[in-house]
């Protein structure tokens, strides 16, 4: 089964960005990779998904314009760029895969916080 | 946009207890329904996908079920282990992916 390790935690200042990581155990080009945060007390928001074979991406239209996610197939790893952070983006961020359409969210990485603050 | 709402937003529970929780959409979303179950500090961890299939290695004492708009998720005799907080989520349109606000179970 594929294992998903994030990069570790980030402080960022408000206005800079932050890329997190994201390394598949055995890199596969079906499915979906996706992101999803959770700020400190609250509840899951799904940020978008990238395709592993093509590198197609979608995103929640509140980030369109703020986030990108990429791929490097060669060391199996996917990344989510966030731009223009502000404290509202303090949040764990995971990774997580979808093996197939009707298979919703399979594995999950173990997060990433990020901390924004002056 | 597709909005999902858990009730009860929190819930007092014996081990042993008969659990259900209820995820309504704001339209329709067959049977595009997971429940994922959090625990403090971790990861999400998928219990049910398309409404009512049990994911690998989950226990027995979860099941789900309803489609279009109404779904629950019960668990038959809750466990010390299972004191946690559910999210369902609905993945109908691959473009957009919502989930419920939670529901939290605490021992009573």
């Known amino acids: 089964q594929v294992q998903l390790v994030q990069s570790g935690a980030e402080v960022k200042k408000p206005g800079a960005s932050v890329k997190v990581s994201c390394k598949a155990s055995e890199y596969t080009f079906t499915g979906y990779y996706n992101w999803v945060r959770q700020a400190p007390g609250q509840g899951l928001e799904w940020m978008g998904w990238?395709?592993?074979?093509?590198?197609?991406?979608n995103y929640a239209q509140k980030f369109q314009g703020w986030v990108t996610m990429t791929k490097d197939t060669s060391i199996s790893t996917v990344y989510m760029d966030l731009s223009r952070l502000t404290s509202d983006d303090t949040a764990v961020y995971y990774c997580?895969?979808?093996?197939?359409?009707?298979?919703?969210?399979?594995?999950w990485g173990q997060g990433t916080m990020v901390t924004v603050s002056s | 946009d597709i909005q999902m709402t858990q009730s009860p937003s929190t819930l007092s529970a014996y081990v042993g207890d008969r659990v259900t929780i209820t995820c309504r959409a704001s339209?329709?979303?067959?049977?595009?329904l997971a429940w994922y179950q959090q625990k403090p500090g971790k990861a999400p961890k998928r219990l049910i996908y398309?409404?009512?299939s049990l994911a690998s290695g989950v226990p027995s004492r979860f099941s789900g079920s309803g489609s279009g708009t109404e779904f629950t998720l019960t668990i038959s005799s809750l466990q010390p282990d299972d004191f946690a907080t559910y999210y369902c989520q609905q993945y109908k349109s691959y473009f957009l992916y919502t989930f419920g606000q939670g529901t939290k179970i605490e021992i009573k």
């Open positions: 339209q329709s979303v067959n049977s595009w």
């Open positions: 990238i395709n592993p074979n093509t590198g197609a991406t």
């Open positions: 997580v895969y979808a093996s197939g359409t009707d298979s919703a969210f399979d594995i």
């Open positions: 398309k409404a009512s």
